[in-house]
Every structure is written in C-alpha cells, then in structure tokens.
C-alpha cells in the first residue's frame, strides 16, 4: 500500500508539472531572466511569505484536541518561518530595489488571490487544508530554489547577497519535506487527506499564476559588470 505522502504526489503530478513549464520559471533555471525580472519575484515572494507564520496560526487555532501532534508540527514550522520576510527584503536592497517601498506595497491580483484562498480554506473549511500547501511551496523550494538560485547569479555576475532566501531555502526545504512526509503519513482520516490533497491541486495553479504575473520577457538577460 503505497503511503499518504505517495499518493499525494501522485494525485497532483498533473498540476505540477503544469507549474513547472511556466516560461518564468523554466527560464530562471537556465539564467534567462533580468534582474529586474528577479526583484519582481522576490517582492511577490515577500507578500506571501509574510504571511505564512499568521496562516500556521490560524490553522493551529482550529485544530481539535485529537490534532495536538499537529499542532506542534506547526509550532516547528513557526520557529522556523519567522522573519523569513525580512530576508527578502535584504535581498532585493543588495539588488537595487527598494526595499521598503515593497513593505508597504500591495501584492499582485495573482498573490493576494493565492493567499485569500489559503486563510479562506484554513477558516472556513478545514484547517488541516493548510498542509497541501506546504506541500507546494516547499516541494517546490526543493525542486527549484538552488538550481535558479545558481543560473541567475551566474547570469547576472551576481553574489551570493542577493539570493539569501534562495539558497536557504533550497537547503532548508529538503529537511521540511522529511519533517513534512513523516508528519502527513500520520493522518488517518480521509476527509483531511482529502482536504490537504484538493488545497495541493488548487495552490498548484494558484502559485502558478503567482510566477505568471510577473513581468518577464523571455530569454533577454541583463548582464550587470
């Protein structure tokens, strides 16, 4: 019998190989973008990531008694998480934006949709929904964050500075996925593998369209001295 994580990777092979073909990204991983078109991603990456931490506790607010051991599987992922934000934000000052002008901005249509459904599904649904996306976005970290983290300072003739949050949580991500397919596995009611593999599929599309209003014009690279 294969295990819950299993499933939930076979279940949603279709959404992510649907994100992983998105010009935005398939061309970061060749180090095909601008700089500019970098700093665009790291702002939306800032709108969403700072929200994380307040979304782990809405979810942990909503979990039964019965749930108590994933209640403190987010705790850990808390610790984690703070300040993540402000990484990004150091990160796009080393590269020339402007830091605090993205702190006090708006996220694109696209991310403030992404996050909406999150809370929405975590408040009103089902809380345990909160793991699918996880799911996504540190499978995605894993699968991508070093590699595009790599050909864009090569591209660019950049340092390291500028990818902080990047790099960690390429490296990062590969112990939460552990953590993440341990934890999951423990989930015996079918209703929340339900709810965690439908918010997996949804957040697919939705982070996807988070890399899809990003402006970028493909293959035209800026080459910085």
Do not use: W
């Not at 800032?46 to 051991?69: D, F, I, K, N």
């Not at 984690?80 to 934000?89: A, K, T």
């Not at 591209?155 to 949050?165: C, T």
């Amino acid at each position: 019998m294969p295990t819950f994580f299993e499933r939930l990777r076979a279940e949603t092979e279709l959404e992510r190989q649907g994100l992983s073909q998105i010009p935005q990204i398939t061309d970061a991983l060749r180090g095909a973008i601008s700089r500019d078109t970098y700093i665009a991603f790291l702002e939306q990456a800032y709108h969403h990531v700072r929200c994380t931490v307040p979304l782990m506790m809405a979810a942990g607010s909503r979990l039964s008694h019965q749930q108590e051991y994933l209640c403190e599987a987010l705790v850990e992922y808390v610790k984690e998480e703070v300040g993540h934000q402000d990484r990004i934000l150091s990160d796009i000052s080393y590269l020339g934006g402007d830091a605090e002008a993205v702190r006090h901005g708006k996220p694109n249509f696209a991310t403030e949709v992404m996050v909406a459904y999150a809370f929405d599904s975590v408040c009103r649904i089902n809380p345990v929904s909160f793991f699918g996306m996880v799911f996504v976005l540190e499978g995605t970290s894993t699968a991508l964050a070093t590699k595009a983290a790599d050909a864009i300072r090569q591209s660019l003739r950049l340092s390291k500075d500028g990818f902080s949050y990047l790099y960690s949580h390429g490296t990062l991500d590969l112990e939460h996925m552990k953590f993440f397919e341990q934890l999951v596995n423990r989930i015996p009611e079918e209703p929340n593998r339900q709810a965690i593999i439908h918010m997996s599929k949804r957040m697919f599309r939705l982070y996807g369209n988070v890399f899809r209003s990003i402006p970028h014009i493909s293959s035209q690279v800026q080459d910085v001295a």
